[in-house]
């Protein structure tokens, strides 16, 4: 089935579309990073098919519905009232009609155009009319979407929470099976050319580090080698005063304004507050102090946002092999990545490591979470949040950092000291005032934090269910007894996770 009609914007762009949607509305959406538009949120999609969490959990940022917002992201589209660039409908071949229900349809290309093909599918209030509609999902098809997109064992899985005992679950289940196989999803959408910079745009660019100042002297050098270098850099180093050697920071070595701060609070989420205060640039990049960069890095950043008319992204961020790699290794292993690394599309994560936000955003969430400090996952709830104003965080290909991840320093320092008991343990920022005894928290707190800040009691259930699932599973044979054994300690190490996150819930997002 294809859309029905055909609209050309004044900037040439060829949308097809089903429905009746606000056109000059349209015109203005085709000039930004969207792929395909819909209201189905206002029209009874929000949060359809829940089934979904069986496979995504909390792993994907765009399982639930964002609330109260004008855009976002969304992949569960009305195949009666949307709107699609014809090079996409036509890249992705349109519809996938091996389901009864054509709204099944529509969630296929959507939820598979967005998490593995580079398209950006866009709830947009007041785009189309909010006319209501029954949606309504057989169980065939529910099984049938598993077959062709996950793993068999997603769907053995989702069989068994629902129930194997039910003879239309295990007749649905068998129905997928014979008839339909995983689905490919290697075509992908190229990005767009990117357009040269327009204006003069300030990067403030912000490394925080602790005991690896020769590393952050690399990454400045990077920064002087830039084709548009940065109008400022902050540097926050943590480096406990004895082993500091404060001649290796000299402002006089860089054509751009540096500051050097030494930080006296502790975390790495303080660090970029400390640093977010002292920037004054219309753009921040946040990296890593192990990282290298290529000359066009910050350029690329710039010319992506400004040719999908976006606010933040995420720059690809590959691995080293030993910490001594250099940029020309970089180029191998990119080299070797292939065309698999061409796609611009809506992030699935977040790294402090490269990434790049207009100083707007950063504002508006009014810094890092310092809740995290002491532990992780500061990376992901920055992104997510900003995912949550409604702000579509691009994944940028063009930007790229090799990151060296040396075995000492860094701010995990202080984080070590997490899997230790007894007397010898320091106190992490996560404890509050209720320091660890003898029963460790796992997963970390700050983990189990961020589910309770951005995900809902469903899903965190289903959490725990793999959690354990997994803790199982993941053993070899010989093992399982051993974590038989083990599981009931493993259980009070998981509720002492809960309540170290509860109490972090309950001071709420802290920035200083």
Known sequence: MTPQKQHITPNGTVILYSGNPNLNLLNELALGEGSIWHSSLDQGYKNA?????????????????????EKCVSWRINPHAFAIRKEVWDTFAGFDLDYENLQ????????????????????????FDATIENVNLSTKDIYTFYIKNFKRSHAIYMLLRRGFWKPNERSAYGFASRNFKFKDKQTILQPRELKPIEGTPKVSYIIPTMMRQEFTRNLLNDLEQQTYKPYEVVVVDATPEKARDASLYNATNYSFKTVFKWQTTKGSCRAR?????????????FGDDDIRIQPQFIENHLRLLQTYKAEACNGLDIRADHQQQTLTDLDEKLKALGDARWKVGAAQSFSNANSCVSKRVVDLLIGNDINYDGGYGEDSDFGLSITKLGVTVLHNPFSVNLHLKPPVGGYRFWGQQAGIKGKKRKPQPWELNTPVKW????????????????????????????????????????????RLLKFPMRLLQFNKSVFYAKKLMALGKRTH
């Open 439 to 482: 029963i460790v928290p796992i997963p970390s707190p700050t983990i189990m934090y961020q589910l309770f800040k951005h995900f809902n009691e469903n899903q965190r259930k289903e959490y725990k269910i793999k959690y354990f699932v997994f803790y199982f599973t993941k053993a070899k044979l010989v093992e399982i007894p051993l």
């Open 273 to 285: 507050n400390e640093a977010i205060d002292l920037c004054t640039g219309d753009y921040i990049v």
């Open 104 to 127: 099944m349809s529509a969630f296929d290309l959507g939820f598979n155009s967005l998490r593995y093909q580079g398209a950006i599918p866009l709830y947009v209030k007041g785009l």
């Open 49 to 69: 098919f829940p089934e979904i969490i069986y496979q995504t959990v909390v792993y994907f940022w765009y399982a639930n519905d964002f609330e109260n917002l």
